[in-house]
Each structure stands twice: as structure tokens, then as C-alpha cells.
């Protein structure tokens, strides 16, 4: 299997293989260990493994989902669409309009 690597210092080559964090975020993780198998150190250049990446954000989107289904069984949350959910008032035109800038 062929590993994916690219470097933490790009930015531009983060957000085009969808890592929307900063280098220095990336930087600080790997001091303190956070996500250890995430990255590589080739030639002094710290790297991203982009399978290690993909497995992380599919830990996310399955979390994600997880925590909307608790919160339909409770009540709170009617539907996966922001209009369906049960904001406040104030909060459900603040999303709205917030929305409106992508439509």
C-alpha cells in the first residue's frame, strides 16, 4: 500500500487535500503527541500521512452522527437540516442568515 505524505509547512497543499488546520496547529499536535500516527518525519520535514488523516475524519463524521441520533431520541434535534432543528428563535435567524451567504 502506498502512503500518501505531504508537508505541514504548505499551506496551500493542506487545504487541497482538505486538512483545514494550520501548520502551526499541526505543529503543536505533534509536540505534544497528539494523533502520534499522523505524522512522519522525513529529512528534518514534518509530514501529514493522509491515510492516518482520512481515518481520523471518519472517527469525526461517525461521532457526528452518533451524537444526532441521541439528541433525535431525545427530542431535541427533529432533522439533520438546520431549518428542522429546535434553536431558539434568535439563534434559528442568526443560522438562517448565515445560511443565506451560501444559497
Not at 428563535?89 to 451560501?102: D, E, N, Y
Request: net charge positive.
Amino acid at each position: 500500500m502506498v502512503n500518501s505524505y505531504i508537508p505541514v509547512s504548505n499551506k496551500i497543499i493542506l487545504q487541497a487535500n482538505g486538512v483545514y488546520i494550520t501548520p502551526a496547529t499541526l505543529r503543536k499536535w505533534h509536540h505534544l503527541g497528539i494523533h502520534a500516527n499522523l505524522f512522519l518525519k522525513i529529512t528534518n520535514k514534518l509530514m501529514i500521512d493522509l491515510t492516518e488523516w482520512a481515518k481520523i475524519v471518519e472517527v469525526a463524521r461517525q461521532r457526528r452522527e452518533e451524537k444526532i441520533t441521541r439528541l433525535q431520541k431525545l427530542g431535541i434535534v427533529k432533522g439533520c437540516d438546520i431549518h428542522e432543528c429546535n434553536f431558539p428563535r434568535k439563534m434559528a435567524g442568526f443560522w438562517q442568515r448565515r445560511l443565506s451567504v451560501f444559497s
